[in-house]
C-alpha cells in the first residue's frame, strides 16, 4: 500500500483552523500597524529624562508605553501565528523575523527607561505612588524597583537589549531544524501500512499495542535526532550560555536565581521540589514494576512507557465528541465560564488538525487584543481530548485576566499559567470516571491519570533536575559536550525509572527534541502547576461557592500580585512541600484504585 501522507494545508476544512481574521483582517492591515512603530516610539523618546518631574508626567509616558507595548504584542502574535501554520512558509517566517528584529530593536532603544526609574529619589517616588493618577501602576512600578540590584546604566541596559536578537539564535536553530527541516522515515503502523513519521503521530504510535510498532517508530526519532546531535548539542550550549551570560552581567548569584526571580520565588521551591520527588521514586518504581507485569513483558524498554495497561480496549474521541466532554466537565466553574468556552469552539480560536509543515505539539497563545488562540495537532486520542481541556484551560485563564484587569496587570506569570490548564484537566478526568458506566474506560481512565503523573509530575521534574545539573556544569567552566548530555540524561533517565527499566541507549538523546530546555527553567511549572491544579479540581468538585469563587478570582488575578500569593488566595500554599505530597498521595490511591480494578 501507498504511504499515507499528511494533508496540505488548504485541505484542512475551514472550520478546524483559526480565524486570524479576528487580530487582522488582511497582511495589509499588519503592514500598517508595522508602519506605525517608529513614529510611537518616537513620541516615547521624548520622555527620556523628563520621567522625575511629576507623577502625571510618569503616568503619560506609563499608559503609551502601555498602547506601545500592545502594539508590538499584537505584531508579533499575528506574525507567529501564521508563521507556525506553515513553518516552511519563508514569507510568514520573514514577517515573524521582522517583528522580532523591531521588537528587539524597541527594547534597546527604550533602554533608558528602567535606569531613569532607579534614579528617582526613594521619598519622590513614594509621593509619586500616592498619586491618584498613578493608581493603576503602583504595583508595576514596585515589581520595577525590586529589580534595582540587578538593573545596569543605560548604556548597559541598552547593549544588553540588543544582544537579545543574537541570544534568541540557539531557539531559532533548535526550532527550524526541529519543525521544518527534519523528516523522519516511514514506519509501518498496526495495520501493515507505511505511514511517514511525524512528531504528531509519534505520540499515537508509543501508544500502539504492537511492541514492533512502539520500537520502530522510538527508533525512527532518535535515529534521526542522532543524525544532528552534534548541532543539537551545540545550540543547547548556546542557550546555556546565553542563559549564563544574562545572569552574571546582571549581578545574579547564577542562572536558576536570575530565572526565578522575576517572580519572586526562592530557590528553595525547586530545590525542594527536586528532593520530594526523589525521595518519593519507590511509588514511580512500583508503578513502573506493575506495568512491566501488566504487560506481561520479559523486559521493560522506554517505548513500553505510553501504551495503555488495559488489554483489547481502543478508544477513538472524534473531534465533536471531545468538544462536548470538556463542555460538560467545566460546568461546576458556572456560566460565564463556560460562555466563553462556547465562543472558543464557535468562533475558532482553535487550528485542530495537523497538516505539513504545521508546527508540532499544542500551544494557547494570544495577546491583550486578540483571542487567545489555540494550536492542536488533534488526532482523535483520548490523549488529546485532555490536550484540548488543557489548551483551553490555557486561554479561559488568558480571557479573565485580560478582561477583569489592564493591560500593565494583565499577563499573569509562566508559574502559575499550567495551573488553569491542569485544572481542566483534572476536571474532564473526574466527569469521564463519573459519567462512564464502562469499566474498561474506568480502568483507561485510572491508567490515564497515573500517566499524568508519571509525565507531568515524575518526566518533568526529571527535566528540571537535567536542566539544573547542565546549567550548574556551565557555571562552573565544566564544557557541555554531546558526551556529557547524552551522559547526564541517561544516568538521571536510569534513576528515576529504576532497575526494571532496561533502557534502549538511544533514550540518551532525548534532551535533543525537548524544547522546554531552551524555556529557561520552565519544565518544574508543569509539576508545581499539576499539584496545585490537583488540590483546586478537588476543591472545585466540592460545589462548595466559596471554593469555586476563589478558583475565579485566581483566574481573574492576572499579575495582580506575586504568583505564588495568588495560588494562596485561591487555597494553595506552594512555598511548603506540602501540595506536592498530597499529589504524591493522590498518584498513590490512583494506582490502588487501577490495581484493584485489574483484580491485583
Known sequence: MPAKKLPERKDIPTEKTWDLSLLYGSLDDWEKDFTAIDAKLKELQQFSGKLSESAPTLSLFLKQSDDFSRLLDKLYTYAHLKSDEDTANSANHGNLDRIKSRYIASKAAMAWFTPEIMRIDDSVMESFLSDACLKTYVWTLRKILRHKPHTLSENEEKLLSMSGEITQLPYNAFSMLNNADIRFPEITDEEGNKVEMTHGLYSRFMESKKREVRKEAFKAMYTTFDRFKHTLAVTLDGVVKAHLFHARTRNYANTLSASLFPDNIKEEIYHNLIKTINDNLPILHDYIAFRKDKLNLPDLNMYDMYVPLIEDYEIKVPWEQAC????????????????????????????????????????????????????????????????????????????????????????????????????????????????????????????????????????????????????????????????????????????????????????????????????????????????????????????????????????????????????TDAGVDLTSPEPIRTALSKFEITLKQLKESLGQ
Not at 458506566?437 to 481512565?445: A, H, I, M, N
Not at 556529557?484 to 541517561?490: A, I, S, T, V, W
Not at 531552551?518 to 478537588?538: H, I, M, Q
Open 324 to 567: 462536548q466532554w470538556v463542555k460538560e466537565a467545566v460546568k461546576p466553574l458556572g456560566s460565564e465560564y463556560s460562555g466563553v468556552l462556547d465562543e472558543a469552539l464557535s468562533k475558532r480560536w482553535i487550528d485542530v488538525l495537523e497538516c505539513r509543515g504545521k508546527r508540532s505539539g499544542a500551544y494557547s497563545s494570544g495577546c491583550y487584543d486578540s483571542a487567545p488562540y489555540m494550536l492542536l495537532n488533534y488526532n482523535e486520542t483520548l490523549s488529546s481530548a485532555f490536550t484540548l481541556a488543557h489548551e483551553l484551560g490555557h486561554s479561559l485563564h488568558t480571557w479573565f485576566s485580560t478582561h477583569y484587569q489592564d493591560y500593565t496587570d494583565s499577563e499573569y506569570s509562566i508559574f502559575v499559567a499550567e495551573v488553569a490548564s491542569t485544572t481542566n484537566e483534572m476536571l474532564l478526568w473526574n466527569y469521564l470516571m463519573k459519567t462512564t458506566k464502562e469499566d474498561k474506560l474506568r480502568q483507561y481512565l485510572l491508567n490515564h491519570l497515573c500517566e499524568d503523573f508519571r509525565t507531568t509530575v515524575f518526566r518533568q521534574v526529571q527535566f528540571a533536575e537535567f536542566e539544573y545539573l547542565i546549567h550548574d556544569m556551565a557555571e562552573k567552566g565544566k564544557p557541555l559536550t554531546l558526551e556529557e548530555l547524552n551522559r547526564l540524561y541517561y544516568d538521571t533517565n536510569s534513576r528515576y525509572y529504576g532497575p526494571l527499566v532496561n533502557a534502549d541507549r538511544l533514550i540518551e538523546l532525548e534532551w535533543a527534541r525537548i524544547p522546554h530546555f531552551y524555556y529557561d527553567f520552565y519544565v518544574y511549572k508543569y509539576a508545581t502547576g499539576f499539584s496545585a491544579a490537583v488540590a483546586l479540581s478537588e476543591g472545585i468538585l466540592t460545589k462548595e461557592k466559596s471554593r469555586i469563587n476563589a478558583y475565579i478570582g485566581f483566574l481573574k488575578a492576572g499579575a495582580s500580585k506575586d504568583p505564588l500569593a495568588v495560588l
